[in-house]
């Protein structure tokens, strides 16, 4: 379990480092069983996010890192919705049609892939905690040999 006042410290400090104090952000732990570790809801016109941390079952073990993360997505979120649009603008918008399904899905991909690799370049450069989180894969480590 992590503690509010640590989250608020963490936040402040990387909402400076990258430029985002102009930025509204609240966050929110979330105390329920949830498939996710964590996401951001953002109003890029209103410059206000509300930042959800799983705070009952994280498979993030590192939390700057996942700060980080979702503070990044905040960053890249322009950028995020411009490819959305054009995506949509080439292949329309039906979630059954394959070409949009792949680009959407390739776009998406890149879009983790590039936030998690900045991510780890923050946190390599200035983290108090520099640990790598495994939760994503130890889960499927633990069942192969039955820990
Ligand atoms: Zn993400």
């Given at each position: 379990?992590?503690?509010?006042?640590?989250?608020?410290?963490?936040?402040?400090?990387?909402q400076k480092?990258?430029?985002?104090?102009?930025?509204?952000?609240?966050?929110?732990?979330?105390?329920?069983?949830?498939?996710?570790?964590?996401?951001?809801?953002?109003?890029?016109?209103?410059?206000?996010?509300?930042?959800?941390?799983?705070?009952?079952?994280?498979?993030?073990?590192?939390?700057?890192?996942?700060?980080?993360?979702?503070?990044?997505?905040?960053?890249?979120?322009?950028?995020?919705?411009?490819?959305?649009?054009?995506?949509?603008?080439v292949y329309?918008?039906?979630?059954?049609?394959?070409?949009?399904?792949?680009?959407?899905?390739?776009?998406?991909?890149?879009?983790?892939?590039?936030?998690?690799?900045?991510?780890?370049?923050?946190?390599?450069?200035?983290?108090?905690?520099?640990?790598?989180?495994?939760?994503?894969?130890?889960?499927?480590?633990?069942?192969?040999?039955?820990?």
């Open positions: 379990m992590f503690e509010e006042r640590d989250l608020l410290k963490t936040l402040e400090k990387w480092i990258l430029r985002l104090k102009d930025w509204d952000i609240k966050l929110e732990l979330v105390t329920k069983e949830w498939r996710k570790t964590g996401d951001v809801k953002i109003d890029q016109a209103d410059k206000t996010a509300i930042m959800l941390i799983n705070n009952c079952n994280p498979k993030q073990t590192n939390i700057e890192a996942l700060i980080i993360h979702e503070l990044l997505h905040i960053k890249l979120w322009g950028m995020d919705q411009m490819i959305e649009s054009l995506l949509k603008c329309g918008e039906d979630d059954e049609d394959p070409k949009y399904v792949f680009a959407y899905t390739q776009f998406m991909e890149l879009l983790e892939v590039t936030t998690q690799d900045l991510t780890k370049g923050y946190v390599e450069l200035g983290a108090d905690d520099k640990s790598v989180s495994f939760g994503r894969i130890q889960g499927q480590a633990d069942a192969e040999w039955g820990r």
